[in-house]
Antibody
């Protein structure tokens, strides 16, 4: 059974950069031609897609976040990562790593990690 | 404001049927598959329906999806208290950016 687990900084100061990593177990991140995504959910609000990285390594980002987002993959460690820069309080959210993207449904989700932007 | 429109809340009694609508446009729902996600309180979302009407393994047939034109519908029959959750529809736009509805809170009375 595929499992995804987020890790990274839980409290980040405004204007700084958020860094999260998603460790994938129970399957190879390089097999199957899947894309791998990040999705976030502000407290008490709905889901917002951040972006995904294709199996080829190319990326596709939410236009509203594109200038601040970088998603990368480390196939040797079977993990992918998210960097989000110039943080504000509006970026406070639970961040999920997910398998899916590029018209593939989001079928496996990590448990999510809360990132709080505060000084 | 989400591009996909869902009712904020729906409710029904145990054993009854409820439907949740998701309205979009020709450039998203009208041209792409729709998925539905269930988010139980305090947990990550779970894929409930994909490709408009397919159920992943383990999802009971009480849950069904349909799509017509630029709208999609999730139906849940034989409601149980354990179905109380937030439900989100999702699809893609013409550039393959993912879109979600604002979510619908289901209350089982």
């Amino acid at each position: 059974q595929l499992q995804l687990q987020e890790s990274g900084s839980g409290l980040v100061k405004p204007s700084q950069t958020l860094s999260l990593t998603c460790a994938v177990s129970g399957g190879s991140i390089s097999s199957g031609g899947y894309s791998w995504s990040w999705i976030r959910q502000p407290p008490g609000k709905g889901l917002e897609w951040i972006g995904y990285i294709y199996h080829s390594g190319s990326t596709h980002y939410n236009p509203s976040l594109k200038s601040r987002v970088t998603i990368s993959v480390d196939r040797s460690k079977n993990q992918f990562s998210l960097k989000l820069s110039s943080l504000t309080a509006a970026d406070t959210a639970v961040y999920y790593c997910v398998r899916g993207g590029s018209s593939w449904p989001f079928d496996y989700w990590g448990q999510g990690t809360l990132v709080t932007v505060s000084s | 404001q989400s591009v996909l429109t869902q009712p904020p809340s729906v409710s029904a009694a145990p054993g009854q049927k409820v439907t949740i609508s998701c309205s979009g446009s020709s450039s998203n729902i009208g041209d792409n598959y729709v998925s539905w996600y269930q988010q139980l309180p305090g947990t990550a979302p779970k894929l409930l329906i994909y490709d408009n009407n397919k159920r992943p393994s383990g999802i009971p047939d009480r849950f069904s999806g349909s799509k017509s034109g630029t709208s999609a519908t999730l139906a849940i029959t034989g409601l149980q208290t354990g179905d109380e959750a937030d439900y989100y529809c999702g699809t893609w736009d013409s550039s393959l950016s993912a879109l979600f509805g604002g979510g619908t809170k289901l209350t089982v009375l």
